[in-house]
Antibody
Framework: QLQLQESGPGLVKASETLSLTCTVSGDSLTSTNYYWAWIRQPPGRGLQWVGIISYSGRAYYNASLKSRVTISLDTSKTHFSLRLSSVTVADTAVYYC???????????WGQGTLVTVSS | DIVMTQSPDSLAVSLGERATINCKSSQTVLYSSNSQNYLAWYQQKPGQPPKLLIYWASTRESGVPDRFSGSGSGTDFTLTISSLQAEDVAVYYCQQYYTTPMYTFGQGTKLEI
């Protein structure tokens, strides 16, 4: 059974870098059948796609975040990571990792982790 | 970017009645080469991650009750719950993946009893 689990600091200071990890169990990050994504949700608001990474390590980012975001893949440790630099209070959100079976929809999600940016 | 607009923002439906949620895209999400609509629907209950309900606009994910159905094509889509159950109270989102691997979601529709 596939499981995704987000981890990382729950509190980040403004102007610093947010770093999160998604640990994947029950599947391989190098499988050519999937992409792996980050999606966030500000408190009380809707979903925003942050970015996605392929099994080969190629990443694509939301244009509104592109200059600040990096997604990387660590296949040896079965996890992928998100780094968001120069954060502001507007980056406060629940961050989810999710799997895309190369079709574009997200069929498995982590439980999410709340990251609060303090000013 | 393709903008996804859902309507209404919220609705209240009686138990056993039909619930209808609409989603409109700012440009077509119908890929002419394979005649597929690149549109998915999700259900999100409080404190939980979203759950995939429908993809390709009308294909139910495994395990999703058949009272959930998706329809539409091009730019206009509908999620229908044929007979509302108490456990269907949630926020519902549409998502386009026509511009895969870049995606956008609708703003969400809150469904209450």
């Amino acid at each position: 059974q596939l499981q995704l689990q987000e981890s990382g600091p729950g509190l980040v200071k403004a102007s610093e870098t947010l770093s999160l990890t998604c640990t994947v169990s029950g599947d391989s990050l190098t499988s050519t059948n999937y992409y792996w994504a980050w999606i966030r949700q500000p408190p009380g608001r809707g979903l925003q796609w942050v970015g996605i990474i392929s099994y080969s390590g190629r990443a694509y980012y939301n244009a509104s975040l592109k200059s600040r975001v990096t997604i990387s893949l660590d296949t040896s440790k079965t996890h992928f990571s998100l780094r968001l630099s120069s954060v502001t209070v507007a980056d406060t959100a629940v961050y989810y990792c999710a799997r895309d079976p190369l079709a574009g929809q997200f069929d498995y999600w982590g439980q999410g982790t709340l990251v609060t940016v303090s000013s | 970017d393709i903008v996804m607009t859902q309507s209404p923002d919220s609705l209240a439906v009686s138990l056993g009645e039909r619930a209808t949620i609409n989603c409109k895209s700012s440009q077509t999400v119908l890929y002419s080469s394979n005649s597929q609509n690149y549109l998915a629907w999700y259900q999100q209950k409080p404190g939980q991650p979203p759950k995939l309900l429908i993809y390709w606009a009308s294909t139910r994910e495994s395990g999703v009750p058949d009272r959930f159905s998706g329809s539409g094509s091009g730019t206009d889509f509908t999620l229908t719950i044929s007979s509302l159950q108490a456990e269907d109270v949630a926020v519902y989102y549409c998502q386009q993946y026509y511009t895969t691997p870049m995606y956008t979601f609708g703003q969400g529709t809150k469904l209450e009893i």
